[in-house]
């Protein structure tokens, strides 16, 4: 057993990500930086072009962050003001905070006791005459159901939008997380399955126009020529993706699938080792359901000893996490939700994070499907 594999098996190893390729690392920063560009620069076209090829095709705009893209993209999406958006009670907060400050009011519902994504039955029933749209979240790395949900929002004539935060490369039927709805937000937050160096995000779209106006937006309003026309007709801020994550992301697109492979078959591990485990509920294995690719950004399980099987795995030296502390998106009553969701309770309350990364070692693999194997033995 090499020293690394004999050590705590943290849930989410930082300096790792920069050892990882170092030297790789180094080198693109110091080019980029040298070449005196640090704004909007070919770094980010490269980033660009890179994401709409692996994404299959639509129009990319980096932008600053994940919430940055949603805001922006309900911003030129024609939310009314006050108009309710549906979303799942199991997911980010981020999503509820670009609806607000986009004018919406954001309508969370129940998730399903299967995987804990949103709930095409509770949607149904949440939309009203207020109804502006649906925002669905791609929750662990797993795309929503899609086809329920965008029946659903044709009858209604309401636009979908999506979370993809943790689901880049994730698909349903071959078609990729992020291009079902009007458009898809993507979060390049360190920890996810792409991690930049700090914060960085995405939009992808097919609607060409959307496109050029969240560029626009992501700059003060400036045109193609980055700076802001005499009859500029947009309300823009900066939410500018920084070049040099831009560039570290470019390169990091090249090998990204095997990121993906490696998050795949440590959950393959996980689920053969836990399937005998009465106890512990699973999501749904790699090939689990034809047709579905999930990615792994998480391996939430649940059951009814969370905050015990948590402190066993933390003496045996094993990190995990309550995914959000803990707490689903209605529970945020001092921000005015009220809406009563037994499951997403249930789910919040039970649910738990093991390690999963594509840099854990096989040792620390075994390491963490031990200790989970002693609790319940």
């Known amino acids: 057993m090499s020293s ?13 990500l920069w050892a990882e390729r170092a030297d790789a690392y180094s080198r693109i920063l110091s080019d980029t930086a040298a070449m005196g560009g640090f704004i909007l620069q070919g770094a980010v076209d490269a980033f660009e072009v890179g994401l709409e090829a692996y994404q299959g095709g639509g129009h990319a705009v980096g932008v600053s962050n994940g919430t940055d893209a949603m805001l922006l993209g309900l911003r030129t999406s024609g939310l009314r003001p006050g108009a309710e958006v549906i979303l799942p009670a199991h997911g980010f907060i981020a999503a509820a905070q670009a609806i607000h400050f986009a004018g919406g009011r954001p309508v969370p519902v129940e998730c399903s006791p299967e995987d804990g994504l949103i709930s095409p039955e509770a949607v149904e029933r949440a939309i009203t005459p207020a109804t502006g749209g649906i925002m669905v979240v791609h929750v662990n790395g797993r795309v929503g159901p899609m086809a329920e ?3 659903i929002a044709g009858r209604h004539r309401l636009p979908v939008f999506e ?3 943790q689901a880049l490369g994730a698909r349903l039927y071959d078609r990729p997380a992020g291009r079902f709805g009007a458009w898809g937000a993507f979060s390049f937050y360190p920890s996810k399955t792409l991690g930049a160096f700090g914060d960085a995000g995405a939009l ?4 060409e126009d959307l496109a050029r106006r969240v560029r626009a937006m992501r700059n003060h309003g400036s045109g193609p020529d980055k700076t802001i026309p005499a009859d500029c007709a947009e309300w ?3 939410a500018r993706i920084d070049n040099l994550q831009a560039a570290i992301l470019a390169y990091k697109l090249g090998w990204y699938d095997d990121a993906i492979a490696r998050r795949r078959e440590i959950a393959a591990r996980y689920h053969a080792a836990f399937a005998g485990l009465e106890r512990l509920e699973l999501p749904p294995s790699p090939e689990g359901e034809p047709g579905r690719f999930d990615i792994f950004q998480n391996y939430e399980v649940r059951c009814d000893r969370r905050d015990e099987l948590r402190a066993h795995l933390l003496a045996r030296g094993v990190g ?5 502390g803990g707490v689903a998106l209605h529970q945020f009553r001092g921000l005015g939700f009220d809406q009563h969701l037994p499951l997403a309770d249930r789910w ?3 649910s738990l994070l093991l390690p999963m990364n594509h ?12 200790a989970v194997a002693e609790f319940f033995a």
């Open 4 to 16: 690394r594999e004999s050590l705590p098996v943290p849930f989410f190893d930082w300096r790792a």
């Open 149 to 151: 949900i965008l029946e």
């Open 163 to 165: 979370d993809a935060a």
């Open 204 to 207: 992808v779209t097919d609607d």
């Open 236 to 238: 823009g801020t900066n």
């Open 320 to 324: 995990t996490i309550a995914q959000w």
């Open 348 to 350: 919040a309350a039970r």
């Open 359 to 370: 840099l854990l070692s096989d040792g620390q693999v075994d390491r963490t499907i031990g």
